[in-house]
Each structure stands twice: as structure tokens, then as C-alpha cells.
């Protein structure tokens, strides 16, 4: 790909070797902190594949930063590359919003109806009455995919913006029962899509 004359260039250790090495270093250390989100989830399958791939181009970057250890601008690169691959890794991962997420609301104003709209809107939900500090609350629990949180926090903001709630992620769940919910809300939601097409 390059000839000799051209590796032991200055024009190739300090522009092109720094931009290769940031370059590698954004792609496994983005790999990497998605294989830890699927990892943290159990996922046995995809998080070793992305592992392979992250500890090869490591490899590859490590290995040029050993034959030039005299270069600044390779260790600049590998520390920024580091950086950088953190935060599209982060921002890919919010992209992709894998997982499954318990919602837990708790709150003194219009339980009843908020639980009436989760469950209109066909998501499974369960109320628990209870007592505070100052006045009695209602602890509403739901169980959704990770994508459709800003949708419910906007049906909670909707009948209380004051009510506290805590959003956690769930590594398991039983299967079936949960499979059962996400049906009845995708079919929910297709027939008001129809509906609304219709009118």
C-alpha cells in the first residue's frame, strides 16, 4: 500500500500514523463501550463478537505506538482517540436505546388517571397505594422498552410535572409475560394509526 520511502517519511509518522492510530483507537473504544452496555445486559452473543473486533484494532494501534515511541503526536492521537470513541460509543448507544426499562412513578396527584392513560395507551402498568412522609402516594410500576421512555415520561409530565419516578435498567424479565404486553400495545397502536389514516 505504501512504499518504504514513504513509511519513514515525516509526512507518514507524524500526519498519517497519528491519524491512523486516532482513527483505530475511536473504533475500538467505541466497539468497546458498546460490548460492555450488551454485556451488562447478558446479551451472549453479539458482546464476545464486538470483543473480538475491539482487542484486534487495539492491537493494531498499541503495536504502532511501540514502533515509534519517540512520536508525541501518536500518544495525542491514542489519548484522543480514547476520548472521542467514548462519546460516539455513548451516543450510539442512546441511538439504539437497547434494553428493557422499569418506570417506577411515585405521586399524590392523578394516579387513576395516568394509570387509565398507560394502560389506553397499551402499556402494562401497576398501581400501589402508600403513605409518605407528608400525605399518601400512589407507586406506579411499568415495565417498557428502553426506546419508549421520553414517551412515557411525557404522559407522567402530562397529569404531575412535580412526581418523582426512577428509570432502571432490567437485565431479565420473564418473557412471556412481557412479550404479551408489547403485542397488545403494538397492536393498540396499529389500529390508532388506521384510525387516524382513515379519518
Request: charged content about 20%.
Amino acid at each position: 500500500m505504501f512504499n518504504a520511502e514513504f513509511l519513514e517519511s515525516d509526512i507518514f509518522i507524524y500526519f498519517v500514523l497519528p491519524l491512523i492510530i486516532f482513527i483505530a483507537r475511536i473504533a475500538d473504544v467505541t466497539i468497546g463501550t458498546i460490548r460492555i452496555i450488551f454485556v451488562s445486559r447478558g446479551n451472549k452473543i453479539v458482546a464476545p463478537i464486538l470483543g473480538f473486533f475491539e482487542v484486534l484494532i487495539w492491537v493494531f494501534a498499541i503495536s504502532n505506538i511501540i514502533q515509534h515511541l519517540t512520536n508525541i503526536y501518536g500518544y495525542l492521537a491514542y489519548a484522543g482517540g480514547f476520548a472521542t470513541g467514548n462519546y460516539i460509543g455513548l451516543k450510539i448507544e442512546e441511538r439504539l436505546a437497547v434494553g428493557i426499562n422499569l418506570i417506577r412513578v411515585f405521586t399524590s396527584v392523578r394516579a387513576n388517571e395516568l394509570m387509565d392513560e398507560l394502560h389506553e395507551k397499551g402499556y402494562g402498568a401497576t398501581i400501589i397505594h402508600a403513605r409518605g412522609i407528608k400525605d399518601d402516594v400512589s407507586i406506579i410500576y411499568t415495565i417498557i422498552k428502553r426506546k419508549e421512555v421520553k414517551q412515557i415520561i411525557q404522559i407522567i409530565e402530562k397529569y404531575n410535572p412535580d412526581s418523582f419516578y426512577t428509570i432502571e435498567d432490567i437485565r431479565y424479565i420473564s418473557h412471556d409475560e412481557f412479550s404479551a404486553v408489547v403485542k397488545s400495545h403494538q397492536m393498540k397502536h396499529n389500529i390508532f394509526n388506521r384510525w387516524r389514516v382513515g379519518k
